[in-house]
């Protein structure tokens, strides 16, 4: 028998998630010898003597037994001598002040504690917000760094006895040490109110109460983790109906949240990969093909093949959902449209008091909000399209030394970063920005993450477009950080975001496919269908969609039928032609201004008074009003959306003219995606089936990007065999598969964003590599 040594490192989440006990239990019931010990940072340093086997043994069960939420992302291993021990210890922390902390994320409740409070017998049993060491809130309560309890919302509960006696015992696993631990003698209370804000008093269970109200019809709010959710019965269509209308959503899906995998099974197809995910200790909502018998309203997701599902959190949702016996709930956020979602009684009696008849309230405070993440499918790949609860604030990291940098992200669906070291560090998800209040959490979040790891920003990096809210918190914090703005074009930010997951280095060529709604291009053009030659610190357009002229710009996005005339005078067709396709495919209604908007929109157009752009999204507005399935947008995205999901019923159609063509203009190549316009039009007599349309449309378009690349790289030389696609229109199954196959057939990768929203979500982790770069971090 041989007796060695190693010294372990491993850096990652592994501070905070109850990792020093674990290792102390797994290393005795081996019978090695050695210690563990925090080492700052997001790094815990192990040191293991005895036996070769049993070392062994040891690290492969480290991997395998480690607490759930537990994340290793770099393991350094060394030999070492054996130094005679004769025990193993939890050594006091070691903190070096210069090493930065990973702020661990908010982490759904875990299969233990989920037992507790179903256990009579346990001291837990029926408190909602039971958690330990493996689980529970974490970011959204956090005042300041370290995570200790004196740091978080938790330090008003002071321990009990059996708390505190747990909180001191080292073979109590999971709750030794646990920050957040609480229990119904000392923890966190729950009111009810009704929603003019009177405190209620039951007599009878809160849950009991709370689930027949709901099965008679009630939507009530619910105070979670990062903010509050909006409950309602899912299989009713009255009520979702009813939510609809106070919440003033006509169409946009309503998340649900479902009691077990068996539940879900009924509502969705699941495989393994999405099981793993809707399990995961993240617990986002991740949306799914819907079930033809799903027994759910279909006003829960009008017109869409999908459905978003996540499972149950927190302790109350479980039991919450353990009495509604469909087994599921609509759980959706508790915000009045394109306002945060609220974090307090003050905002929900303000905001939600028409929209609630209840209001479930604790009385722990959120200090972050922190909203549902979501995660779909893109050619069977999960991909973000909201990165927050779970995942924030965990950093990424960079492949080389990054500095210090703010980035305020884009207008839509943003999220803002800073950096330091090889780390960028997004926040959690903010919201639009035309909105004050989002622009109000930018500016406060961005601030307390500078302040938090003391960052000296080199620069604060914005978006070019000259209207986005964010360029006032941008300056302001310029002025405040005393440092320089930088500018960042948002296609080239949409692409670098990927160079960075992808570990390019700062003197790598990409060749890249940026597609998505809006963005503002250097020449003053919305830009949206992009062929990027890009290193970090510039980038060259060598082609694009075929710019059409949009009358109004930005702001017709609201009126796919404006896209879709701009895309009809590129075409060529006359005003009579014109008047008349949309008079018979019955699309002059949706314009306010009827028949007199369709000529002015077309004259407009025609002497290019309007925007030049070359969005895919608006290109993909026009063809979905064109073939009937979305002509007037009720949230953002709306038409290509719901174009997707009828594709996805489809097939693709090989025997039909819908090769699109390539052409070169003003010195770059362009994919004139107006051609899928006038094809329809020859061929709505044919009667093809438009879902198979749908899907062979978005598929072509995808090929043509794709043989596109391959056109306009010739030439350049790039330093990897692939191409990178982000932006919004990236997530687009069918539109990936098309790239695939060409660049398949040319021995090229296709990428897309998996650590963050390939969407405007990301984008401000490509900023802060632009800004980098362009102003030298390494003087
Ligand atoms: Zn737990
Ligand atoms: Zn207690």
Redesign the pocket.
Known sequence: MSISAVKIRLVGIVQGVGFRPFVYRLATRLGLRGYVVNRGGAEVEIFVEGDDDKINRFMMLLEREKPPPALFEEIFIERSSPLNLRDFRILKSVYDRSRRSMIPPDVAICEECSREIKDPSSRFFRYYWNSCAWCGPRFSMIYRTPYDRENTSMRKYL??E??RHDYEDPDNIRRFHAEGI??P???VRTYLYDNRGRKIDLREDLVDFISKEILKGSIVAIKGVGGYHIAALASRDDVVLELRRRKKRPQKPFALMAKDLDVVKRLVYLNEKAEKILRSPQRPILILPKRDDAPVSEYVAPELSSLGIMLPYTGFQILLLDKIPDGFLIMTSGNIHGRPMCIDLDCVLRELSEIVDYIVEHDREIIHRVDDSVIRFTDEEPVFLRRSRGYAPMWIKTSFDIGEYVAVGAELQVAGAVSFENKIIPTQFIGDLDDPGNLQDLERELRWFIEIYDIKPRAIVMDMHPLYHNRDVAKKLAEIYETRLVEAQHHHAHITSLMIEEGYEPDEMSIGVAIDGTGYGVNGEIWGGEILLSRYDRFVRLGSLRPFNLPGGDSSAEYPVKSLIGMMVLRRYSLEEVIKILKTRDLVKTLPYKEEEAEITYWLSYKKKGVETSSLGRTLDGISALLGVCSIRTYEGEPPIKLESLADRGVYLRNIDLEIPLLYQDDRLMIDASYVIEYLINNFSKNIDTKDLAATILYSIGRAFGEAVIKAVRGYRISRNEILVSGGAAVNTHIIRGIREIARENNLLVKINRKIPPGDGGISVGQIAIASSITGSYD
């Open positions: 321990l009990c059996k708390c609480s229990c003698i000392c923890g």
